[in-house]
């Protein structure tokens, strides 16, 4: 190869080198754009998910007040402190007044979800005892199943058991659980039981003999507003948020929820959290 061989391959390499340069930084400036882009696409989200968590937080406090009065004044007239009602009036007062309930139910199901998404849900975690949490339990639903078809009945633990976590909001899952399953079970027997499991956690269950779930719905139970689409569910609808914010209260305490279930048969719901709430979910609680 002569020097003039050798000059024309080194000018053609060196020109194919450039033209990688040229391209590589083209690709770079297309990188940085891209870059650029998702980060104003990420700040539009965390926008909007900022202004949909400021309506619904709005909008639910809004809701409160009257609700809350169409709750007392319908609660005054079963009363018939203005006078007596026939059992039509008393019909359809109860009719108001169960109405009413359920939609403050969603309403506060949908400030709870505005809460956590804004990440302002406060964990207030102590000490308490497994009975405790089961007599509070019964005491509350014991007026719902007194009159029905329905028993509920609490297993109290063989040991005792006594958990570091927020006993409000493991109430809350617990009533949502409950709650569902007295819903959708129309005879039989609803049964909460709590115990002890591997590496320090507790495994707290709602087990139903109700009209069950269909094996391909399990997997979207706990994602928002899921409604499963059977006959008595059509009927007694709801927010489709409770099962979800379950599923946010249990992860925000260190734990997880899940469900088995057959058709015709029945569901088991069950949380499963730690003994003791870990420290990077509460720093500033103490044992």
């Given at each position: 190869m002569?020097?003039?061989?050798?000059?024309?391959e080194l000018a053609a390499r060196d020109a194919e080198i450039t033209a990688l340069r040229e391209e590589l930084e083209e690709t770079n400036k297309g990188v940085v754009a891209l870059y650029a882009e998702l980060d104003d696409k990420a700040e539009q989200l965390r926008n909007a998910n900022e202004l949909k968590s400021r309506f619904l937080s709005y909008m639910s406090h809004e809701f409160r007040t009257p609700l809350t009065s169409m709750t007392s004044i319908s609660g005054i007239l079963?009363?018939?402190?203005d006078g007596p009602l026939t059992d039509e009036q008393q019909k359809q007062v109860e009719f108001i007044r169960s109405s009413t309930r359920e939609l403050t139910d969603m309403v506060n199901d949908l400030l709870d979800l505005a809460k956590v998404e804004a990440g302002r849900i406060t964990i207030s975690p102590e000490w308490f005892e497994m009975v405790d949490l089961f007599s509070a339990l019964r005491g509350m639903f014991k007026p719902i199943v007194q009159s029905g078809t329905v028993s509920l009945l609490f297993d109290e633990p063989e040991d005792e058991i006594k958990?570091?976590?927020?006993?409000?909001?493991?109430?809350?899952?617990?009533?949502?659980?409950?709650?569902?399953?007295?819903?959708f079970t129309q005879s039989g027997e609803v049964r909460v039981s709590a115990r002890m499991i591997e590496?320090?956690?507790?495994?707290?269950?709602?087990t139903d003999t109700g009209i069950g779930i269909a094996e391909e719905h399990l997997q979207t139970l706990f994602k928002d507003f899921v409604q499963i689409n059977v006959p008595l569910q059509r009927r007694l609808r709801g927010s489709g948020l409770g099962l979800s914010l379950a599923a946010k209260f249990a992860a925000?305490?260190?734990?997880?929820v899940g469900v088995e279930s057959e058709v015709g048969k029945g569901s088991r719901f069950w949380v499963c959290l730690p003994v003791k709430i870990p420290d990077e979910l509460a720093p500033q609680a103490m044992p």
């Open positions: 002569n020097a003039t061989q050798a000059a024309s079963l009363s018939r402190l958990l570091f976590t927020d006993d409000k909001k493991l109430s809350q899952i617990l009533r949502n659980f409950i709650s569902n399953a007295l819903k590496d320090n956690q507790v495994e707290f269950a709602v925000l305490l260190g734990g997880r």
